[in-house]
């Protein structure tokens, strides 16, 4: 299994940016997918997270200014990303958890992370 995530830039502060994650290979299912972020000299926190179900989860700082969504024919997940600050000036990177066949048990991949720089 590989993630390929795309979508960072450079963008002002207010813009906007899209980030997509797609799995490819051995995938029988996918549970939770999840956007991490890494600023310099900070640790990783979780930014926005998807249940199997839909139901979305967010870090309070994104709250309202970012969506995640998936699409499950795919294997992709996306973090829509607006109202962009220079806070959010990271290395963003998708985590899933995938079940490579029927019957074995979901392991964790990530993707190999995709900066995003917001510009003041």
């Known amino acids: 299994v590989q993630l390929q995530a795309s979508g960072g830039g450079l963008v002002q502060a207010g813009g906007s940016l899209r980030l997509s994650c797609a799995a490819s290979g051995s995938i029988f299912g996918i549970n939770a997918m999840r956007w991490y972020r890494q600023a310099p000299g900070k640790q990783r926190e979780l930014v926005a997270a998807?249940?199997?179900?839909?139901?979305?989860n967010y870090a309070d700082s994104v709250k309202g200014r970012f969506t995640i969504s998936r699409d499950n024919a795919k294997s992709t997940v996306y973090l829509q990303m607006n109202s962009l600050k220079p806070g959010d000036t990271a290395v963003y990177y998708c985590?899933?958890?995938?079940?490579?066949?029927?019957?074995?048990?979901?392991?964790?991949?990530w993707g190999q992370g995709t900066l995003v720089t917001v510009s003041s």
């Open positions: 985590n899933l958890d995938i079940q490579s066949r029927r019957w074995a048990p979901f392991n964790d991949y």
């Open positions: 998807i249940l199997g179900g839909g139901t979305p």
